[in-house]
């Protein structure tokens, strides 16, 4: 076994195939270090305050980006609150209770969702969504508009197009991940509480529950997708750099600034503080993916071995 | 008695519920498409495939420099990315259980979580910057780098299902490690390998975000990659929010070619998928 090993061809092979996996880690190391390098500037010059200050004016040389990481983590959080009870209604239906032949036309069209690209998602926001957020805006009885959550003119763009579109885009993910996660439960966690007299919800409930922290990391799963989505929030948002807990407002997000603003960055220091949003982007979604893995692992090892199988019954098995 | 009834009321409730959510997500695919396909529908004609832009404010022209420029950066990316992949992705399989495998498992699925514009941002720095241009060859590598996860992943998980006893019998047969991986275990694996490395092909080929500002974009006919290039999705973008109505025409038929593309390629690995599964269980 040992002189097996030593031949020189099997290690050529393995240095060989090893280079590339080590390529994929060192690229990701790398996007790292170059937005640290291209943003050093901006760091050194702003520290802490660049994310504690409102006012984003780069022909004065002002650059605050709370509002941007205030408009990315607040649409974010909406687009869960609405995503997050439908994508795990649509995997209890699809692993629970879907009858057979319905499943895999089911399962098809939902992923189809991921499918569409952001773009297509934007202009359909645009030129169809906006005016009906509008209408519901315009329709808001007037004691309504005093409450925090609905204050501002009605123009169609802002907060709530985006977490609504923010929304569809992210169903399919956290979808996905919690059927697996609930394909993960034994089956006979389910045989158990029927045997005990348990309704059809009562056996739903309890794999839920075996299978929460899978479920909380799907949800997580969902809200780093969300936090990263570009060219649809920004076709919506309204691109307005301010802080606002009204639904009805302009606001803008991190991503969205890079899009609309770093092409045309002029200046060094201009550069350098997009490209630290861009940065702590990144970070931010590197946390909560990591974090999401996590808890998604912690159930043990079966949420694996689920993914296998599914890749089996998609291609081979 | 009442308190059974009441459960089993909540419960037909609840199933009624997840029904209702699954009905409630396929509403906006329903709306999506109908409208990409009713407004685009139209706009769909000869000059679209064959023409490039008009200027700003002119009735007509299209999207031929969009669809040739999206193909070559898309096609670009797939290059860098397709060998890098494949073998990272050998590497994982064969060697599943050593740390270096597990570690490029993980910064695969890292990089696949990482937002489409900071991929941008990252390729503007290796590939704009350093040559003070925008290019096609820049908008390539950010693609490039979304892709290569995807293709490691399912290049990995694929050659797993492949039956140890292949590989056991080319190496009883007296076949080096790479003789068995490259001439048996990647053979068997290949038509799912191709299927996965189109889904990928598909699903960079819809992105904007990492184009913005290192393809940029181009009003003219150019496949030159060191110079800035038109894409299908930077195009539609432009148009979306242009003041002008032919624009917005022309962004639907953009948005109709991108939706076909995509879902075409979609179909086809169902399709693909849905056979050798056939293929498999018949032998």
């Known amino acids: 076994m040992k002189r097996w090993r030593a031949r020189p061809d099997e290690l050529l092979f393995r240095a060989g195939t090893g280079v590339f996996a080590l390529l994929l880690i060192v690229l990701v190391a790398g996007i790292g270090v170059e937005l640290y390098r291209q943003s050093r500037l901006s760091i050194h010059e702003f520290g802490w305050k660049f994310w504690q200050t409102d006012v984003w004016d780069p022909v004065s040389g002002e650059f605050g980006a709370r509002p941007f990481i205030w408009g990315t983590l607040y649409s974010s959080v909406l687009a869960l609150v609405l995503a997050a009870p439908i994508a795990i209604g649509i995997a209890i239906f699809l692993s629970e209770l879907s009858p057979l032949w319905l499943r895999r036309p089911l399962v098809f069209l939902t992923e189809l969702l991921a499918a569409i690209p952001s773009i297509v998602y934007g202009l359909w926001g645009i030129f169809v969504l906006v005016p009906w957020i509008r209408s519901l805006e315009v329709a808001t009885p007037p004691w309504m508009k005093t409450i925090p959550l609905f204050t501002g003119p009605p123009i169609g763009v802002g907060m709530l197009s985006a977490a609504i579109i923010l929304a569809i885009m992210v169903i399919p993910f956290t979808s996905s991940v919690a059927r697996e996660v609930l394909k993960a439960v034994p089956q006979a966690q389910r045989e158990g509480a029927y045997a005990l007299g348990a309704t059809r919800w009562e056996a739903i409930r309890m794999a839920l529950f075996y299978a929460r922290t899978g479920i909380i990391g799907a949800v997580m799963l969902g809200f780093g997708r969300a936090l990263g989505e570009t060219m649809a929030v920004t076709m919506v948002i309204g691109n307005t750099p301010r802080i606002s807990l009204s639904l009805f407002a302009p606001q803008y997000t991190m991503a969205a600034v890079l899009a609309n603003e770093f092409a045309e960055a002029g200046d060094d220091l201009y550069l350098h503080a997009l490209v630290e949003i861009g940065f702590v982007l990144f970070i931010i979604t590197l946390i909560v993916n990591i974090g999401s893995r996590v808890f998604i692992w912690s159930l043990g090892r079966q949420p694996r071995s689920a993914r296998v199988a599914d890749a089996a019954a998609a291609t081979a098995a | ?283």
């Open chain 2, 1 to 283: 008695m009442m308190r059974d009834r009441r459960r089993r009321v909540v419960s037909h409730a609840i199933v009624v519920l997840c029904g209702a959510a699954v009905v409630l997500a396929l509403i906006p695919l329903a709306l999506v498409l109908f409208y990409v396909v009713s407004q685009g529908i139209g706009s769909l004609n000869r000059e679209f495939f064959t023409h490039t832009p008009a200027p700003p404010g002119e009735l007509g022209g299209g999207m031929a420099n969009a669809i040739v420029g999206s193909l070559l950066v898309t096609g670009i990316g797939a290059v860098f990315a397709i060998p890098v992949g494949l073998l990272a992705g050998i590497y994982a399989a064969e060697y599943s259980g050593t740390r270096l495998a597990s570690s490029v498992r993980f910064a695969a699925d890292t990089l696949n979580g990482v937002p489409s514009i900071v991929i941008g941002v990252f390729a503007y720095g290796l590939a704009v910057l350093p040559f003070h241009r925008f290019s096609a060859l820049a908008g390539g590598v950010a693609l490039g780098v979304m892709m290569l996860p995807l293709i490691m992943r399912t290049t990995e998980e694929l050659l797993k299902l492949v039956p140890t006893t292949l590989r056991e019998g080319a190496l009883a047969l007296g076949a080096t490690r790479a003789r068995a991986v490259f001439s048996v275990v990647v053979p068997a694996a290949l038509p799912g390998i191709l299927t996965g490395i189109l889904l990928a092909f598909a699903r960079v080929a819809g992105e904007t975000a990492p184009l913005l500002f290192t393809a940029l974009n181009n009003q003219y006919f150019s496949t030159d990659v060191r110079q800035p290039i038109s894409t299908l999705t930077v195009q539609v973008f432009s148009y979306a929010i242009s003041p002008y109505a032919d624009w917005h025409r022309q962004a639907w038929a953009g948005a109709l070619v991108l939706v076909t593309i995509v879902l075409t390629c979609s179909l086809v690995a169902r399709f693909a998928t849905a056979r050798l599964e056939r293929m498999h269980r018949g032998a």
